[in-house]
């Protein structure tokens, strides 16, 4: 193959890559440079084998709930085997979103796998996590974590971490939102799943009962977290992003899109490698600590940026309406 064919088959690989990204708004280096393209050939293959994103999603469910087991602390082997499951999980976790898109196979049920999907793999490394230090001395002393790691590794999963990646991955969403509109972001409201969950009057519709149950909650969370955001999507109302003012949504771009690189790094990346890390040092405590006291603090000044945004907008452009 000559050199201008194959430049020619490379621009149209890397345009085809870019299309299915969401935005290069929320797109983050590590996964420009290494996730979206091995996510793009996953994805490629799954189409041509005409597998569906769903499936895709639900194969990185299983390979990131399997890495929990690898994620030994000090054994380097086993550390690294887990980091290797939990990275393929994650390309896998990129390819069904680009494959949605490249097929158009949007569905809510995949938006809904694909948030459930982080939340499985991290489940299970936290669950071996709490396993595994209960045997191990609390630093710089001959006393073991005992059961204080029955309450410390909890904690720090089903708190810090699930309240850091809903509230990121909302932010993330409603900045899409003003960008492509609602079509694009399929964001939804908490009480538009609950009308519809309500709607269900046969058994045979049990399952979509209870992923509806599932994702109401957690959209009710989000919503729960950001009031000042809510009160400014309650005026935006049911406008499309063609009928609200152009200096509005210039706006909200560029006070959103410097808090794009914090929601990336409360999301996977950041922990991915400060779980690796920590790991093989044999200091998982490293991570939790990461994880309560690093994060949290990205967390708060994230969350007081925007909700002080969305009241400074609101203010600007809706207030009069009231």
């Not at 393929?88 to 490249?102: E, K, P």
Request: proline content about 4%; hydrophobic content about 45%.
């Amino acid at each position: 193959m000559s050199t201008l064919s194959q430049n020619k088959s490379w621009q149209r690989f890397v345009t085809e890559m870019r299309s299915t990204y969401k935005s290069m708004d929320t797109e983050e280096k590590w996964d420009l440079w290494v996730v979206r393209p091995i996510g793009f050939v996953e994805a490629s293959a799954c189409r041509r084998l005409h597998i569906h994103p769903n499936a895709i999603t639900i194969v990185s469910i299983l390979f990131g709930a399997a890495s929990g087991y690898f994620f030994v602390p000090g054994n380097v082997p086993m550390v690294l085997t887990g980091a290797l499951l939990l990275f393929f999980a994650n390309t896998l976790d990129s390819a069904d979103g680009q494959l949605a898109r490249m097929t158009k196979q949007y569905t809510m049920l995949g938006r809904v796998l694909d948030g459930f999907a982080g939340d499985v793999w991290f489940f299970f490394i936290y669950l071996f996590l709490m396993l595994r230090m209960v045997a191990m001395p609390i630093p710089f002393t001959a006393i073991e974590w005992g059961w204080s790691s029955f309450v410390l590794v909890p904690l720090c999963g089903l708190f810090f971490h699930s309240t850091q990646s809903t509230i990121s991955d909302y932010y993330r969403n409603i900045h899409l939102h003003f960008l492509a509109g609602r079509d694009y972001t399929e964001l939804v409201r908490s009480s538009e799943l609950t009308a519809r969950r309500k709607a269900i009057s046969s058994w045979r519709g049990w399952f979509e009962w209870l992923w509806l149950f599932f994702y109401a909650s957690y959209t009710r969370k989000q919503e729960n977290w950001t009031p000042r955001l809510q009160r400014l999507l309650q005026a935006v109302g049911e406008r499309k992003t063609g009928e609200l003012p152009e200096e509005f949504l210039h706006e909200f771009r560029a006070k959103s899109l410097p808090l794009m690189p914090m929601t990336n790094i409360l999301t996977f990346n950041s922990r991915f490698f400060a779980l690796v890390i920590a790991m093989l040092l044999g200091m998982p405590w490293l991570y939790l600590l990461y994880e309560m006291v690093v994060l949290t603090c990205l967390f708060c000044h994230m969350r007081h940026r925007h909700e002080t945004m969305c009241e400074e907008l609101y203010h600007k452009w809706f207030a009069h309406e009231s």
